[in-house]
């Protein structure tokens, strides 16, 4: 399950690049969230673990690969279909 700041993160990126690999706009990123540029690091590397997001080689372009907190999702579902 994602924490509060990585599902923020998640989303922020979502709404910003979609599933294009775009660079990352850390003056951007930082302004929306109210971070650091290494606290915006660390949530990304949390999220790389998790596989929301991805990486290229060179750690300047990032590719959202699922929008949406897996756990939650499920949660939704299953109180959705009762």
Request: hydrophobic share 35%; proline share 0%.
């Given at each position: 399950m994602?924490s509060d700041?990585?599902?923020k993160?998640?989303?922020i990126?979502?709404n910003l690049n979609?599933?294009?690999?775009v660079?990352?706009d850390?003056?951007l990123?930082?302004?929306?969230?109210g971070?650091?540029?290494n606290?915006?690091?660390?949530?990304?590397?949390?999220l790389?673990?998790e596989?929301?997001v991805e990486r290229?080689?060179?750690?300047?372009?990032?590719?959202v690969i699922?929008a949406w907190?897996?756990?939650?999702?499920?949660?939704?579902?299953?109180?959705?279909?009762?």
């Open positions: 994602l700041r990585e599902r993160l998640l989303r990126l979502w979609q599933l294009e690999w660079k990352i850390f003056a990123i930082c302004r929306l969230t971070w650091t540029e606290e915006v690091n660390l949530q990304i590397d949390r790389i673990e596989k929301y290229d080689e060179g750690d300047h372009f990032i590719r699922e907190d897996r756990t939650q999702s499920k949660e939704w579902k299953s109180w959705n279909y009762r």
